[in-house]
């Protein structure tokens, strides 16, 4: 008996330490499981894909294993990695860097769903353990899935490595780790609400001025307006490049058809080539907003095209996109007229950037919930300036990153560079965006704050009731005019009415400036009124504002 005793209180260590570690590992076990199910799904449709163009191929140069090597082989191009092509007629091999864009999208969403709910599955069976739990349980699925979707990658980067397509290892090792990374961290942040404490802590390293900058209150409002200024201006940006890719190949649709017809006879090659061109049209409208921008883009060795002229074109397979290109000599008027894209883009950054500057004065329109004017005040002519020049400066580094992965080698000589030169990209856009975006935000900032004074001037003298913002920034009301007594004393309203109000009408006694922009209330006079309107009407509530 003192033996079971004594073997009994050695194991108790051991035991509390898998009762521990039962406590903590579904969460990396359903990352684990997360990660492996979405690198399958992935590979599983790259697979399927590919085999069902190979039983439809008349002539097959290979068996099914060769299959689901380009399989793979494609699976880890689409995360950006350089493949290289052995079975070369030189003998020499080949790389092929450029990545469909829309082809990452499929892995990207796999792991940012698969990290989400990862972590929703995780809390719902009580593993978080209130915040804190929370927070470690989705760290923890987030290595989950991390890890399981590498152990997956690199098997598939094995398998791959025995095709005709192999993986360059050191852009393997690059790309297919930071795919995983990024989108699992975005699927666990948007698994707890996108919360902006994960962000201050990876501002926290900043440099402290750049941190005060960036951390405060006011910055945050200002950041956020030029983040949503830039990703419209993105927008514009490839959906103008995507409507210049569209006019060109309807310019020269006989030529794409002919190309088309000649690339192959057979129906599962025609549909390969069909899908292929579908995948990179992103690529493509990313390529005709680097023409739109100036630079242009370069079609290998030697040969620049650019609206201000294009190059001799050098020996280029025939390729239905290809033969959208502008042909060789100077550019002409019609060459010069995609310059309307680039304007459009920097009018879309300024013009978003004075809706926030002007939305303090217009009581949060446009969206913005009063994050453009801190305090119900209109920006600065310089403030705008500056956060719309903040705006650019995003505008044109996202830019130029989507002109970096859309491009690549395919092959060496007269393919070894394809594509927007992605630093060349990224100085025109700023160029743009400061000649066009940063004027427009100014000047659209002063004909808003302009209008805004006209109206007001001509409903005060007409005797009629001023729109002005609410105390709070959260709506608008109306002022009745009352007397304005001469000598500079203070105007006074005898009754606010609102489209929210659920307490009108009221007396309300602020010191606003001419155009209603901001106001600047007495604490104790406004406390002090509102307290006697109460007593006297018997109710309750709080006015509107008057929190």
């Avoid at 864009?101 to 969403?109: D, G, K």
């Avoid at 956020?224 to 995507?242: D, H, K, P």
């Avoid at 005040?377 to 719309?388: F, I, K, Q």
Wanted: net charge neutral; hydrophobic share 50%.
């Amino acid at each position: 008996m003192a033996g079971v005793i004594q073997m009994t209180a050695r194991r108790s260590p051991l035991s509390s330490l898998l009762t521990r570690l039962r406590g903590r590992s579904p969460g990396l076990a359903v990352g684990l499981l997360g990660g492996a199910v979405a690198a399958g799904l992935g590979l599983g449709m790259f697979a399927v894909l590919v085999m069902v163009l190979w039983i439809s191929s008349p002539y097959p140069d290979s068996g099914p294993e060769g299959a689901l090597h380009v399989a793979a082989a494609l699976w880890l191009l689409a995360h950006g990695a350089e493949l290289v092509r052995t079975d070369t007629l030189s003998g020499v091999a080949a790389p092929v860097g450029v990545t469909p864009l829309l082809l990452l999208v499929l892995p990207v969403w796999l792991v940012h769903r698969a990290a989400r709910d990862g972590v929703e599955r995780d809390d719902a069976g009580g593993s978080g353990g209130g915040p804190g739990g929370a927070d470690v349980s989705g760290r923890t699925v987030w290595a989950g899935v991390v890890l399981g979707y590498l152990v997956v990658g690199a098997g598939a980067a094995l398998y791959a490595a025995g095709g005709v397509l192999r993986p360059s290892w050191v852009s393997t090792g690059i790309c297919v780790p930071l795919v995983a990374v990024a989108a699992a961290g975005a699927g666990v942040w948007t698994a707890y609400g996108r919360p902006r404490d994960v962000v201050d802590e990876v501002l926290i390293l900043l440099p402290g001025r750049v941190r005060r900058m960036v951390l405060g209150s006011e910055a945050r409002g200002r950041l956020g307006a030029a983040a949503r200024a830039a990703g419209a201006g993105v927008a514009v940006f490839v959906g103008g490049g995507a409507l210049l890719l569209g006019v060109s190949m309807v310019w020269h649709g006989g030529a794409a058809r002919a190309s088309f017809l000649q690339l192959t006879e057979s129906f599962s090659g025609r549909c390969a080539v069909l899908l292929l061109c579908v995948v990179l049209v992103p690529n493509a409208a990313v390529w005709a907003g680097a023409y739109a921008l100036g630079p242009g883009f370069v079609l290998g060795e030697g040969r620049v095209v650019g609206p201000l002229g294009a190059s001799p074109a050098p020996l280029l397979p025939p390729f239905p996109l290809l033969e959208a290109v502008p042909g060789a000599g100077s550019g002409g008027p019609l060459n010069w007229a995609v310059g309307v894209v680039p304007v459009v883009a920097g009018v879309t950054v300024g013009w978003f950037v004075a809706g926030v500057a002007t939305a303090g004065g217009a009581g949060g329109a446009g969206g913005s919930g009063g994050a453009g004017g801190e305090g119900g005040a209109v920006w600065s002519r310089g403030r705008t300036a500056g956060v719309a020049l903040v705006a650019v400066c995003g505008f044109a580094g996202v830019v130029a990153g989507l002109a970096a992965m859309a491009g690549g080698p395919l092959g060496v000589a007269a393919l070894a560079g394809f594509g927007p030169v992605w630093w060349q990209v990224g100085v025109a856009a700023v160029v743009w965006g400061g000649v066009v975006g940063v004027p427009v935000a100014v000047g659209v900032r002063a004909w808003r704050v302009r209008g805004r004074e006209v109206k007001v001037a001509e409903a005060e003298a007409a005797g009629a009731d001023v729109r002005v913002p609410a105390p709070s920034g959260g709506g608008w009301f109306a002022r009745r005019k009352a007397a304005v007594a001469a000598g500079g004393e203070e105007r006074s309203a005898d009754a606010v009415t609102g489209d929210n109000a659920a307490f009108e009408p009221y007396d309300f006694l602020p010191t606003e400036a001419v155009d209603g922009s901001s106001w600047q209330r007495d604490e104790a006079a406004r406390e002090a009124r509102w307290a006697a309107l109460r007593e006297a009407s018997g109710r309750e509530d709080t006015p509107p504002g008057a929190s």
